[in-house]
Structures are given as structure tokens and as C-alpha cells.
């Protein structure tokens, strides 16, 4: 008997499910990777690099050019007690405390990114009474064979993760963390500046506030001679009233000034202490200040090439820029696939016993895929918004590399103006003390009053009055010139 004959299949319908299987594959493909990378165009802007700044801070070439400032500038003043006032200043002033909070929370942010992107070791335990249900579908066989009633479902796991951080995801996270630390800890050196400055500031003032109430009182004691002279003559009918009451009104108004010069100097200790984080009572401590004489500083050589280096704001700004660059990129990988690696080992039992027991193991090991199908709109308002902080953080940088330029700009021709305006004082006392000394001498000789004289005194006292409100103007101006230059920062 011929044997039956069989029916095989057609060979090309295997061939043609397994390509419409593939097309079918690649196309799903295609679209998920044409979903996962539909980026939005950048909307961001550039750090400015086009401030022209070489004309307008011109600096001496050679043995006269000037030199950067040291990191302990206040100490060129020579006062040991400004020193001191500084240190305690660095040590209790609230405003240096806040900087510092501030650095230890980005340090902390940046370690706990940092150990975020490591691989994760975990352990899970848990002991539970559990019932389980008889009418899941299984076979009415098996329904002898599965537990009933509560039974202690006992589950202990070891599990890893790790994340591969693909496409620069990791890579940008570590790096903008990086950048936030950095900036935070050009933050609290620029904190330190910045009360270091508001001290000397004070501190000058405090000298200005002490020579100008020894000028009033001199002028208020020639007041009081003047006075004293006319009220004389006015005895003898050689002085009419009005002149007297002039002069009364006159040495009025000076005692008045005078009471005022010694309130504003109680108030200049209240701030300084203030300043330095210490109660009002710190003040009645602080000397008259003794600091070294004036000094006219000139621009370094470098100073429009390496300024950007040497200021601490700008440098925090430059990197508050870095790390919002950092953060697009990282926003920027969410629109691509994202991989994790999981892994858990342990065992589950439904009675104590089979803890010892080796089929009690489970475990899991593979990787994990997440595909943002259909976040695109959560997905663009993301990195517009990170766009957006990236813009505010460039624009910060450029407001502070302008402000950096204008800052040593004006400093440099303060400092130059003053210069001349001391020089013309200096002239002026130099005058009006060779007048008085001419008035003296005719005195002696009987050839002029003591009005006379005293006239010639309150004259000097003037000229010496205006040099010491310039004298504070330059000591200002070179504080002015020392924070500009960076008060000695230098980026690494």
C-alpha cells in the first residue's frame, strides 16, 4: 500500500511572517527612536566676549606698573587693630555663617548626585501572615496540594542597581554638581571680601570721622578766642553788636557740629561692631584708628587680560553657567532611552523551615528599558526650563564681567582723580600755613590783631580739613581699587 501522503506547509510563509515581523520591528523602532530624539531646537544665548576694556584701563608698564592685591590686603594699612577687627569679623559675622551654610549644602548636594550615580547594594526583608486565595484558576487537583490558611511568608532579598547613564546623562550630572560645589565655594570667598571691605570701609571712616571732630574743635576754640577778642573791643565801643551776634551765632552752629561729630563717631563703632557680628558694647573698645599713610596704587599690567581670573563673582557666575550648561544636557538625555541594570538574589518560603532549604532561592538578573513614549510635552517643558536657567545664568555672568570692567574702570580714575585733589590741597596748606606764620610774626611785631591771626588760623584749619576728607577719599578709593582687582582671589 503506497504510504498516505502528508501535507507540508508552503516554505515561503514562514519566510514571509518572520520579514513582516522584522519591517513590523524596525518600524516600531523607527518610531520610538523618532519619538525618543525629537529634541528641540536651542534657544540659548552666549557669555559675552566682546567688552572692549584695553583702552580704558590703561596700566603702567615696567617697574611702575602696579601689582595684584595679596589675599590679606587690609594688612598694607598697617593697624593692628583693623587686623583684628577683620579676623573677628571672618570668625562671627553672620553674613560669612550664610556663605558658609551655603558651601556645605552644595558640597552635600554634589556628594549625594555623586554616590546617586554609583552602583546601589540594598538589602529587603519582611515577615507577613498571608493567605493566599484557592480560586486563582488552578486545576480542582491541585487544590489539595496548595496552602491553606494563614501562613508566615517570610522574604529576604540582596538587591543591585546601576544605571548606565547613557548618552552623557551620568557624565553631565557629575559635572554640574561639580560646577555648583566650585561656585558655592567662590561664593563664600567672596563673602569673605566683601566684609572685609565693608570693615576697612567703616574703619577709614571712623579715621575721617576722628580727624574731622579735632578740625571742628579747633575751629570752634579759634571761634571761642575770636569771640572773646571782639567781645573786648565791643566793651571800648570798638565793635558794633552785629559782630558779636554774628560770632555768637557762629560758635553756635560749630558746637552743634561738634556734638554731632562725636555722636556720628559712637554710631561708626555701633556699625563696625555690627560688621564684626559683636554686640554695640564691642564698640566702646575700638581705639582711634591708626593707619599707615595713604598710598596711590596703579593697575597691573594684566589687569584687562587676567581681571576675569581674578574676580570671585565673576568666577561663580562662570561656573553657575557651567553647571546650567551640565543641567541642559543632562534634560536633553530624558528624551532618549534610559538602560538600568537590576539584579536581586534571596530566598521566599511559606514556613520557617524552608529558610535552610535551597529551592527556597529567587532571584532576577537583566537590564531594564524605559522608552519616553509619550512625555513629549513634559519632556520640552523640561529643557526649555533648563534652557531658561542656563540663559539667566549666562546673563548673571555677563551683568558681572560688566560690572567687573566698570568697577576697575572708575576705581582707576577715582584713585588718579583724588591724587590731583590731594596734591592741590597739600598746596592749599602749605599756603594758608605760610600766611599764618607771615600774621604771627606781624603780631609779635604789633603789626596786626589777634583777629588777624586767628582768621589766618580758622583758614588753615579749613585747608586741613578739606586734605583729610580727601585723605579718606583716597584710602576709599584704594579699597575701591583693591575689590575690583578680586581682593586677591585667583582662580585655579
Known amino acids: ?139 480542582a487537583a491541585f487544590r489539595d496540594f496548595l496552602p491553606k490558611g494563614y501562613h508566615p511568608l517570610t522574604r529576604a532579598t540582596i538587591g543591585a542597581n546601576y544605571d548606565l547613564g547613557l548618552w552623557g546623562k551620568a557624565k553631565a550630572a557629575r559635572k554640574g554638581a561639580f560646577a555648583q560645589g566650585k561656585g558655592a565655594e567662590v561664593e563664600s570667598i567672596a563673602a569673605r571680601q566683601d566684609i572685609a571691605v565693608a570693615v576697612a570701609r567703616a574703619y577709614v571712616e571712623l579715621d575721617r570721622l576722628y580727624q574731622q571732630r579735632d578740625d571742628l574743635a579747633s575751629v570752634k576754640a579759634n571761634s571761642d578766642s575770636r569771640l572773646h577778642l571782639m567781645q573786648a573791643r565791643a566793651a571800648h565801643n570798638l565793635e558794633p553788636k552785629d559782630s ?115 529551592d527556597s532561592i529567587i532571584g532576577d538578573i537583566g537590564p531594564a528599558i524605559s522608552l519616553p513614549l509619550f512625555a513629549q510635552g513634559r519632556l520640552r517643558a523640561q529643557y526649555r526650563g533648563a534652557e531658561a536657567d542656563y540663559n539667566s545664568a549666562v546673563a548673571n555672568y555677563n551683568k558681572a564681567l560688566v560690572t567687573a570692567l566698570h568697577q576697575v574702570s572708575d576705581a582707576a580714575i577715582n584713585t588718579k582723580s583724588t591724587a590731583d585733589q590731594i596734591g592741590e590741597a597739600k598746596t592749599r596748606v602749605d599756603s594758608a600755613k605760610q600766611a599764618y606764620d607771615l600774621v604771627n610774626l606781624r603780631v609779635q611785631r604789633n603789626l596786626s590783631s589777634k583777629l588777624d591771626l586767628i582768621d589766618a588760623q580758622v583758614k588753615l584749619t579749613s585747608a586741613e580739613l578739606d586734605l583729610s576728607d580727601l585723605t579718606a577719599q583716597a584710602y576709599n578709593n584704594r579699597i575701591s581699587l583693591i575689590a575690583a582687582l578680586g581682593g586677591g582671589f585667583q582662580s585655579n
Open 244 to 358: 558779636i551776634l554774628t560770632n555768637q551765632d557762629d560758635q553756635a552752629r560749630l558746637a552743634a557740629r561738634l556734638s554731632g561729630a562725636e555722636a556720628a563717631i559712637k554710631l561708626q563703632n555701633n556699625l563696625i561692631s555690627a560688621l564684626v557680628g559683636a554686640g554695640p558694647d564691642r564698640g566702646l573698645t575700638i581705639q582711634r584708628p591708626n593707619l599707615a599713610p595713604v598710598e596711590f596704587a596703579s593697575l597691573p599690567a594684566d589687569a584687562s587680560l587676567n581681571l576675569l581670573g581674578r574676580r570671585p563673582d565673576v568666577e561663580a557666575a562662570r561656573l553657575m553657567v557651567e553647571a546650567q550648561a551640565q543641567n541642559v544636557k543632562y534634560t536633553k538625555a530624558g528624551f532618549y532611552p534610559d538602560v538600568k541594570f537590576n539584579a536581586d538574589w534571596g530566598i521566599q518560603t511559606l514556613d520557617f523551615e524552608g529558610l535552610t532549604r535551597h
Open 1 to 139: 500500500m503506497p504510504s498516505p501522503k502528508t501535507f507540508n506547509a508552503p516554505v515561503f510563509a514562514p519566510a514571509f511572517l518572520k520579514k513582516a515581523a522584522s519591517l513590523s520591528t524596525l518600524a516600531i523602532a523607527a518610531a520610538l527612536l523618532a519619538n525618543c530624539a525629537s529634541v528641540p531646537d536651542s534657544q540659548t544665548i552666549a557669555p559675552r566676549t566682546d567688552l572692549a576694556a584695553t583702552q580704558s584701563l590703561p596700566s603702567e608698564n615696567g617697574p611702575n606698573a602696579g601689582q595684584w592685591p595679596s589675599q590679606d590686603w587690609w594688612k598694607g594699612f598697617n593697624d593692628p587693630q583693623l587686623n583684628a577687627l577683620i579676623d573677628e569679623a571672618f570668625a562671627n559675622s553672620p553674613d560669612i555663617q550664610t556663605a558658609d551654610a551655603r558651601l556645605l549644602k552644595a558640597v552635600a548636594s554634589s556628594d549625594q548626585i555623586a554616590e546617586s550615580l554609583k552602583p546601589s547594594l540594598s538589602f529587603n526583608g519582611s515577615i507577613t501572615e498571608t493567605q493566599s486565595s484557592l480560586n486563582m484558576g488552578y486545576p
